[in-house]
């Protein structure tokens, strides 16, 4: 039995393998994944034969031979299974429908206040639970359709259960998130913070095994990837650098600490510097527009909204010279709505760090993220983790 059991194990483990390289190596061969993975032939074929059987892989005609018959050219078929990714933020939602390959199919931006929202939880279910309703349509000929919903949320999270702990800027406490979206939509959902996400995204794209994701937007998350992996800490919620201290008597935060990185160098600080700045309170609406309509008042000229900026710049850049010496990471992403501001942060974020951090961090790169990291990020942890059997 317990010959048999592990035997089971055994081709599970290589078939996962075999699936894996196809993923990252494709278009690949029978051959070339017996001389890479190290497994005899037998055994690749017939771990080949089975995902073609169950439609994830397919034959795109022969390759070169090297002496004796051309090999059968393997790729994966992007159409055998669909993941939606979703990003919730404050005030906008995005979703994607994404393809075995990676590949985005579908991609939808929603004005989505939930600043404003009588309920936070209903307004997210029936958002969510709207958008799979019509990604279904595009996926009916698939044979293995929607395998799971990934949802990025801004805030702290167990992502082992889809328990929620805490959204701050919503006010949303222990919510067992994951299980009710569940009940609604009958498709496996995954849960994580959202600037995780974003690191993940980065991650798969650049293959830098150790980075920092800078979610910048309402609030401020970082996302850590260390050795290739997202870091959870022990009780899941690592990268809470937005609530670290930047001003020991500063304002007081909703975490109820005071003085926290978040309320020196996010939107609502970005709101707060052009209000005492004297523009109008009217103008400066949290909406999923408000960096737009700000970068181009900076790119007329106005000189409140230059000031704001670079006193903005100023806190982001000190809180990323903690967070790099803190963790000196290979790269650091800066992403969210703020990365829109990028023309009027780098700069400064660039020089905080070749003076304010210690000597062998200073030539750490820093780089804008593109504003759909996040999203697609959550579609990429559902292939990763319930197709890829990822950890
Ligand atoms: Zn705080």
């Known amino acids: 039995m317990a010959q048999s059991l592990d035997s089971t194990a055994m081709r599970q483990h290589n078939r996962t393998n075999v699936f894996r390289y196809i993923r990252d190596c494709a278009p690949t061969s029978r051959i070339e994944i017996s001389a890479a993975l190290e497994l005899n032939k037998a055994t690749v074929s017939s771990l080949v034969d089975e995902l073609l059987s169950e439609q994830y892989i397919r034959e795109i005609g022969f390759g070169e031979s090297r002496g004796g018959r051309k090999p059968v050219i393997l790729e994966l078929n992007p159409q055998a299974a669909y993941s939606i990714g979703i990003d919730i933020q404050i005030t906008h939602a995005s979703a994607v429908l994404s393809n075995l390959k990676g590949q985005v199919v579908v991609h939808r931006n929603t004005s989505l206040n939930l600043l404003e929202a009588a309920n936070v939880q209903q307004t997210l279910l029936d958002y969510i639970e709207n958008t799979v309703q019509e990604m279904n349509e595009f996926v009916k000929e698939s044979p293995h359709g929607i395998v799971g919903i990934g949802i990025a949320l801004p805030g702290m999270v167990n992502h082992h259960t889809g328990f929620v702990h805490y959204l701050p800027n919503l006010e949303v406490e222990r919510w067992d998130f994951a299980k009710e979206l569940e009940s609604r939509t009958h498709i496996p959902a995954l849960v994580d913070n959202d ?10 794209a650049s293959s830098v095994k150790d980075l920092v994701f800078i979610n910048a937007g309402i609030g401020i998350g970082v996302g850590i990837v260390a050795h290739g992996q997202i870091y959870r800490g022990g009780k899941g919620i690592a990268g809470e650098f937005g609530h670290s201290t930047i001003s020991a008597m500063g304002l007081q935060c909703h975490c109820g600490n005071y003085g926290c990185w978040e309320l020196y160098a996010s939107e609502r600080a970005l709101a707060r510097y052009l209000k005492e700045l004297g523009v109008n309170p009217k103008n400066l609406e949290l909406d999923k527009d408000f960096v737009q309509r700000a970068v181009k008042q900076a790119d007329a000229g106005d000189s409140a909204y230059l000031q704001a ?21 290979g790269r650091v992403f800066l992403g969210g709505n703020l990365a829109i501001a990028g023309d009027y942060l780098m700069q400064d974020v660039k020089q905080s760090i070749a003076f304010r951090t210690v000597a062998v961090n200073r030539s750490t790169e820093v780089s804008l993220s593109s504003p759909d990291s996040i999203v697609l ?3 990429n942890l559902v292939m990763s983790k319930l197709v890829f059997a990822e950890p």
């Open 377 to 379: 990020g959550a579609a």
């Open 309 to 329: 900026f670079k006193q903005l710049a100023m806190y982001l850049g000190i809180g990323i010279v903690n967070v790099i010496n803190g963790l000196n990471p």
């Open 195 to 204: 600037a995780n996400c974003g690191a993940l995204a980065q991650y798969r």
